[in-house]
């Protein structure tokens, strides 16, 4: 997979230009993961298609918030999947979302808030 690219810029503007902000935005995005996985693999394993679509959707709106727009992208395609009833794209692609979530976490936790 590609190196994971962060676009501080999105996040402070969605932080009102506030690092202090932002950077609180990224912790409770980062400290929220193991819940989300838990929760999207549930809804997953159970074929709660409903469900999944709504807490990817989140997922993807809280990526973007924080200016990770890769894993909002396929979150993006994950919820239209699960909303059209592609179950076999949901199924292809979950476990890459769940490797570009974690890949993501590190890359928000190397960002050098200071510097923005």
Not at 75 to 98: I, M, P, W, Y
């Amino acid at each position: 997979m590609a190196e994971i690219k962060i676009d501080t810029a999105r996040g402070m503007e969605f932080s009102m230009d506030d690092k202090e902000m932002y950077q609180d935005m990224v912790n409770m995005f980062v400290e929220q993961k193991a819940d989300n996985v838990s929760a999207i693999t549930g809804f997953f394993e159970k074929h709660d298609w409903e469900n999944y679509k709504i807490r990817v959707h989140g997922l993807k709106s809280n990526a973007r918030m924080v200016g990770a727009m890769q894993l909002g992208d396929l979150a993006e395609k994950c919820e239209h999947a699960a909303r059209q009833g592609d179950t076999a794209f949901v199924q292809a692609n979950t476990s890459e979302l769940f490797a570009l979530y974690e890949q993501t976490i590190e890359a928000l936790q190397k960002i050098d808030f200071a510097a923005l």
